[in-house]
């Protein structure tokens, strides 16, 4: 069990990224106040734990009622989640996400930017919703799905913990920081994404 919350957690914690959710927040939050700012970053937090729940104990079920099967899923998440991490080594994934934050901020009439954008994409995104899909497809029973769920929900902690402190902890890191971070957690990614994708092969080929 240790194996598999250690697994879920890191997976989860490189699709998420919550160190690179923090300059967003950062500058979407700039006109808050300190309080106004924890509260929007649990709030968030909160809104995209209910999500990736739900997707985690009901997602197997929505691809039964679609007709696809979980190795064909295994495969298309391992593809996604591929893109993703060549676009974290090639800072794409960040830019995206700065200009979103650009836009929004740019609209005077948005305050609360606790449901959109950071609880949908930014921290329950396609990725991460996927991620949890995958990783609950491969449980064996209550038990596992619980350690996978507590692993998410690890990982949220220290999303609003990294949310909540963003402004600080940006003048801490700098840009260099937090890109290298990126990079790195990139490349784990890609490695991660293309076990997917051969577990996902190895199964359809190899039934039973």
């Known amino acids: 069990m240790y194996e598999l919350f ?3 957690f890191i997976t ?3 699709v998420i990224d919550p160190p690179g959710c923090a300059p967003i927040y950062a500058g979407l939050s700039a006109g808050a106040s300190r309080r106004q700012a924890i509260v929007m970053a649990a709030r968030a ?22 007709h696809i099967e979980l190795d064909a899923f295994r495969i298309a998440g391992g593809i996604m989640l591929f893109m993703i991490a060549v676009d974290m080594v090639f800072e794409k994934r960040t830019q995206r996400r700065e200009e979103r934050a650009e836009k929004i901020m740019a609209n005077t009439e948005v305050e609360d930017v606790s449901v959109f954008p950071m609880a949908m994409p930014m921290l329950a995104g396609p990725g991460s919703i996927a991620t949890m899909m995958l990783l609950t497809s491969r449980a064996k029973g209550d038990g596992q799905t619980m350690v996978i769920l507590g692993a998410m929900l690890a990982v949220m902690l ?9 402004g600080p902890l940006m003048r801490v ?3 260099k920081v937090e890109a290298v971070i990126t990079r790195l957690l990139g490349v784990l990614l890609a490695a991660l994404a293309a076990q997917y994708v051969i577990d996902g092969v190895k199964s359809s080929l190899l039934p039973g």
Not at 57 to 62: H, N, Q, S, Y
Not at 158 to 166: E, K, P, Q, R
């Open 173 to 175: 890191l700098g840009d």
């Open 6 to 8: 250690v697994s879920a």
């Open 45 to 66: 937090c909160l809104i995209a734990s209910g999500i990736l729940i739900v997707f985690g104990l009901f997602g197997e079920r929505l691809l039964g009622a679609l």
């Open 158 to 166: 220290l999303s609003f913990a990294a949310l909540a402190s963003a």
């Open 12 to 14: 989860l914690f490189v």
